[in-house]
């Protein structure tokens, strides 16, 4: 089912299949994500989309894989909606800030987490 994989210097217990992320956001078109709380969905990225979540604007923000961690179907997506995030098809919750863990079930494993970063007005997502 899942596999683990090394990030950094700590293992990592994945669910959803692995695939190379490289997306550039521009903060100063997607004006939604200079808002704090905000989150904005980016398809045709990841397995199932992107989720990107504002936490401090123009230097925090945290990037998810929008495949539901129940379901793992690239089809099947978490709907984001300001700090959460819902899957139509399971109807598990997770909390867009900090880590994206399920606060109501049957998800148990969090939402995949891609790295961030933020140089002037853009914003990169990646693995």
Known sequence: MGTITPACDK??????????????????I???????????YFGG????GIIIYCVDPGNIYNAYDAA????????????????LGTCPCCGSQFVLMGQAYPS????????????TSVMGSYLRVYN
């Open 11 to 28: 293992e990592q217990f994945r669910v959803i299949p692995y695939v190379d992320v490289y997306l550039t956001v521009n903060l100063n």
């Open 30 to 40: 997607v004006n939604e994500l200079m808002v704090p709380g905000n989150s904005v």
């Open 45 to 48: 990225q990841g397995f199932g």
């Open 68 to 83: 539901c961690t129940h379901e793992i179907s690239a089809t099947c997506r978490v709907k984001n909606e300001s700090v």
């Open 104 to 115: 109501k079930g049957p998800a148990t494993f969090p939402l995949q987490e891609y790295n």
